[in-house]
């Protein structure tokens, strides 16, 4: 039931301040609620017209109809003046009729809009926190909501703690139709990797002032069928008198051939 991943919410602003998350306090309003159901990394939402809506139950309380077994339930907030619950559903359950599965992750193609991938994802980390703080990471001992808050306390040794956070920033640089990629400054010198250099002047990248730069692969050991594609100047590269099976050997062998 435990979301293997979870994804930030997507782009608060397209909720249009029209979000009030549970956080403080009280309990929900009064009213059928609308449902955000994670199965696996899915949505069960009810299509409509061209696009989806969250389902809702059929009276105050409910689950939406096909789901009256769902498990444990938590109020995440106010969406569009409607109380917004969220539970998980098992990966192998079926989906019930009239509902459809959709994927949470951008990357596989949903179909979901950004307002319901960045509710979702907010669904999907209160099933992970709910799933992960269940228990004390001091002594074991089972642990309990505080009243009116996210965190958790110890029955046994009083210890509280909170959802992590985990502030991250990524800035694309652009120029026009251009962007700039940077390299880390911070890796220690004196460390080396085997790449293969895959384009010798890779075409439209080159440094901000226009010096050229060669296009590398960098793979993983020992499976080399992923890896990194790197830009580096040509001078910062040390060429080596392996044939390239003998390289590949030693990425697969993880050095040991
Ligand atoms: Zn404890």
Redesign the pocket.
Known sequence: MTPLSVYLPFNMDCLRGEFTPAKRGGGPPSGRGRWLVVQDQKLLVAPDGEGFRLPQGREPGAPPEGLESIGAHAWLGTWHGEPCWVAAQPKDAPVPEGLAAETLVPMQGTRLPDELLTIGGMAMQLLYWESTSGH?P??G?PTARLEGEWGKR?G??R?EHYPHLHPAVIVLVRDGDRVLLARKAIWAPGRYALAFVTASTASGITEADGSPLVGVFLPHAPNPATGFLLFYPPEALIPTSLRVDQALKMVVSAGVA
């Open positions: 004390c001091r002594c001992a110890c046994v040794c210890y």
